[in-house]
């Protein structure tokens, strides 16, 4: 069973920028795609960005793009979203996901999910 590990959460500016990285644990970590999820208080977690198994095809929710860029390194087991320009309401748990299905299934389907990261805090400081 893959496990999934978040890092690189913190508190940061408005403006400013963080990445946040996955690492996750197991086999055929290149077979699967790869997503970020994320939960403000009081809503529902929301798709925010995701990456086919080749990192060929990518994806992501209105409210980021330009913004945010997710990548992965299959040698590493890691797959990265790096985050510029935040603003406060990027304030969220920023969770990963994987997939046995597509990069695009993980957008419109996130009911999909095989496994989930146990998050990790992003805070925009106004």
């Known amino acids: 069973q893959v496990q999934l590990v978040e890092s690189g959460g913190g508190l940061v500016q408005t403006g400013g920028s963080l990445r946040l990285s996955c690492a996750a644990s197991?086999?055929?970590?290149?077979?699967?795609?790869m997503g970020w999820f994320r939960q403000a208080p009081g809503k529902e977690r929301e798709f925010v960005a995701s990456?086919?198994?080749?990192?060929?095809?990518?994806y992501y929710a209105d409210s980021v793009k330009g913004r945010f860029t997710i990548s992965r390194d299959n040698a590493k087991n890691t797959v990265y979203l790096q985050m510029n320009s935040l603003k406060p309401e990027d304030t969220a748990v920023y969770y990963c996901?994987?997939?046995?299905?597509?990069?695009?299934?993980?957008?419109?389907?996130?009911?999909?999910?095989?496994?989930w990261g146990q998050g990790t805090l992003v805070t925009v400081s106004s």
């Open positions: 990456i086919s198994w080749s990192g060929g095809d990518t």
């Open positions: 197991g086999r055929s970590f290149s077979t699967y795609a």
């Open positions: 996901a994987l997939s046995r299905l597509s990069a695009y299934s993980i957008m419109i389907l996130p009911n999909t999910v095989d496994a």
